[in-house]
């Protein structure tokens, strides 16, 4: 059974950033495709990023395109997400996901396509 879990949530001013990280156990991390997804007070939960087995592959959704970036460290079982340019709309909760499916952009981005979900960390951005 995977297990994932957020930490580096936190509150920041506009502008400022924030990494996360989303560090996984039992499983081959390496095997499985990873994604960041977020959810604010009232909305739907919400596909941020999503890196590839192998880092050969990332995809973004518009609005975080050239401020956020996703990476991973196979060897250290860790998914990053680093959040540069932060604005009050990227208030939510965190979470990282995983799925042993490949990659695809058609399917990086739908939150049914992952089996596995960590807790979340909460971030908020003040005006």
């Known amino acids: 059974q995977v297990q994932l879990v957020e930490s580096g949530g936190g509150s920041v001013p506009a502008g400022g950033s924030l990494r996360l990280s989303c560090a996984a156990s039992?499983?081959?991390?390496?095997?499985?495709?990873m994604g960041w997804f977020r959810q604010a007070p009232g909305k739907e939960r919400e596909f941020v990023g999503g890196?590839?087995?192998?880092?050969?592959?990332?995809y973004y959704t518009d609005s975080v395109k050239g401020r956020f970036t996703v990476s991973r460290d196979n060897a250290k079982n860790t998914m990053y997400l680093q959040m540069n340019s932060l604005k009050p709309e990227d208030t939510a909760v965190y979470y990282c996901?995983?799925?042993?499916?490949?990659?695809?952009?058609?399917?990086?981005?739908?939150?049914?396509?992952?089996?596995?979900w960590g807790q979340g960390t909460q971030v908020t951005v003040s005006s």
């Open positions: 039992g499983g081959t991390f390496s095997r499985y495709t």
């Open positions: 996901a995983s799925t042993p499916k490949g990659y695809s952009n058609a399917t990086v981005y739908d939150p049914n396509e992952y089996d596995y």
């Open positions: 890196v590839s087995r192998s880092s050969s592959s990332t």
